[in-house]
């Protein structure tokens, strides 16, 4: 069995330094310069460190268990086992946006031999595999479904971030088009997932399964997010409230805050769109949608309210934000709703600096036009924003950094101490 990964970013590369321990597999990434730092051991997401990437790099495309990079797509001829893990996004009007995924199932089909299984682990509504992908490879390919090639669906489960829970210790849901290729692919997953796997009755299930995961995240962020909103009415401290309700053994430890990045942020409109073309208006996952996109605004309008109770002017003030990263520890800066705090303060007349050492500064100036503070040392500032939780700044001395009238928000509740406001 030889195994290609399509698409090697947060969800690619682990999966395959994954069946690499067992399998020839081919890594394949459109972006070239992914590719050479990949060869060199580096993985700029921090997903994979260089000794566990080492381990696996094959420098040619041998008959051997191992790991080749490649953007050569003729590589992945001698296949026979396509898993497509390419980002699903939204456009700016919150639709789906299958074109990675079309584009992806385009050049699988381009190479499908007679026999040859295709798994997508890339977050799509019900249907998407069978109705949209399996057209694409059949008509690429000139073979047909089910009869000359075969598919099946395995959701990713990758927590960007987290060293603890990992692709192989997360139960692997899988499904495949026919009975025997679901036992295949279960079987295949199994392999290497050490947590085990659930075969879903159909790819449908598999598919839904995957989506409501984040939007019941999401939905219950949007509650905790909403209680915030109404005890700083009441000045009562949330966090304190959230401690005392979990001494209970069945209440749920959610916690308010910014819901940005690629799966809680985007999955939900997914689903909201498959409920839209079946005539069902869905009111609950909107509503938390809603709700957690006006977070970012509502942060900014606290800060400017514990500046404006000081007598701080507002215009021109210098305020420090820390993190921009969608999640604390990760270098993910997609969909990041720190841009949204940002930009309401900087209507506000602010000056804003943004300091983020997990970030790629690059990026981050080519994705939202900000120019990352390379230290925080020696400067002062007016307001200081918490708004990710890295580990960076835990010995950050906040008092430090703020005038003597200056505000502290921390939106994660990750300071123990100093702060004027938090959610």
């Not at 399998?23 to 000794?51: A, M, P, S, W």
Request: overall charge negative; proline content about 4%.
């Amino acid at each position: 069995m030889s195994i290609a990964i399509i698409g090697l970013g947060y969800v690619g590369l682990p999966l395959a330094r994954l069946f690499a321990t067992k399998y020839v597999t081919v890594g394949f990434d459109i972006n070239t310069e992914r590719i050479t730092q990949l060869k060199r051991g580096f993985d700029k997401t921090g997903e994979l460190e260089k000794e566990l990437l080492d381990e696996v790099l094959l420098a040619e495309l041998v008959d051997q268990p191992g790991l080749y990079c490649t953007a050569e797509a003729d590589d992945l001829s001698a296949c026979t086992t396509y898993i497509i893990t390419v980002p699903t996004p939204i456009d700016e009007n919150n639709n789906p946006d299958l074109m990675p995924l079309i584009k992806a199932s385009k050049l699988v089909g381009s190479y499908l031999k007679e026999g040859d299984i295709v798994i997508y682990e890339s977050t799509v509504y019900p249907g998407v595999t069978e109705e949209i992908c399996v057209p694409i490879l059949e008509e690429t390919s000139r073979l047909t479904f089910n009869s000359h090639f075969f598919v099946g669906y395995s959701p990713e489960r990758i927590n960007p971030g987290d060293k603890t829970h990992t692709v192989d210790k997360i139960r692997k849901v899988t499904s495949g088009s026919t009975l025997e290729v679901a036992e295949k692919i279960d079987a295949l997953y199994a392999s290497v997932i050490s947590a085990g796997t659930f075969k879903a009755s159909s790819i449908k299930v598999a598919e839904a399964a995957k989506v409501i995961e984040n939007s019941q995240r999401d939905i219950n962020i949007a509650f905790v997010n909403e209680l915030a909103k109404i005890f700083n009415l009441l000045n009562i401290d949330t966090q304190a409230v959230l401690e005392a309700a979990g001494t209970k053994w069945n209440f749920l430890p959610f916690k308010p805050g910014l819901v940005g990045g690629h799966c809680i942020g985007v999955d939900p409109y997914y689903l909201a769109q498959k409920a839209k073309q079946v005539g069902y208006h869905p009111e609950i996952i909107l509503a938390g949608r809603k709700l957690n996109d006006s977070m970012g605004p509502y942060v900014a309008s606290q800060v400017v309210k514990l500046m404006a109770q000081k007598d701080i002017k507002l215009k021109n003030s210098r305020i420090l934000v820390l993190g921009i990263t969608f999640k604390e520890n990760c270098p993910d800066v997609r969909n990041t709703r720190v841009i949204d705090i940002i930009t309401d303060l900087q209507e506000y007349g602010a000056k804003v600096s943004v300091y983020d050492p997990q970030a790629d500064a690059h990026l981050v100036k080519e994705e939202y036009g900000i120019e990352l503070l390379p230290s925080i040392e020696n400067q002062k500032f007016e307001a200081i924003v918490l708004a990710v939780a890295h580990r960076d700044f835990e010995k950050l001395d906040l008092e430090e950094l703020k005038n003597d009238t200056g505000v502290v928000y921390d939106v994660k509740g990750f300071l123990k101490e100093g702060t004027d406001g938090r959610l």
